[in-house]
């Protein structure tokens, strides 16, 4: 059983940045793909970014240019540098990670990030 802890979340006003961590610990099998989601108020759980073991990334639009996803392979750990932040940032951010082997996907228990007009 893969347990990933989030950090990070915090109140900033708009414009700023945000550094969310995330370390995954315990199971079998080795992540392949880890990124983060992230659920607004009234609003369905999105993707924001992904990245795999080949460092091969994935954006969402809304957050193209601004957001950069990181990782470190030997921590198992992954980062996310939030950068010109909006309040339509604002969420519960939710760290993801998803084994190679038969693919099965673990979830963090979230940090707020709210961002201040």
């Known amino acids: 059983q893969v347990q990933l802890m989030e950090s990070g979340g915090d109140l900033v006003q708009a414009g700023g940045s945000l550094r969310l961590s995330c370390a995954a610990s315990?199971?079998?099998?080795?992540?392949?793909?880890m990124g983060w989601y992230r659920q607004g108020p009234g609003k369905q759980r999105e993707l924001v970014a992904t990245?795999?073991?080949?460092?091969?990334?994935y954006y969402a639009d809304s957050v193209k240019g601004r957001f950069t996803i990181s990782r470190d392979e030997v921590k198992n750990t992954v980062f996310l540098q939030m950068n010109s932040l909006k309040p339509e940032d604002t969420a519960v951010y939710y760290c993801y990670a998803r084994t190679g082997y038969l693919s099965v996907a673990y979830w963090g228990q979230g940090t707020q990030v709210t961002v201040s007009s």
């Open positions: 990245i795999n073991k080949g460092a091969g990334t």
């Open positions: 315990g199971g079998s099998f080795s992540i392949d793909v």
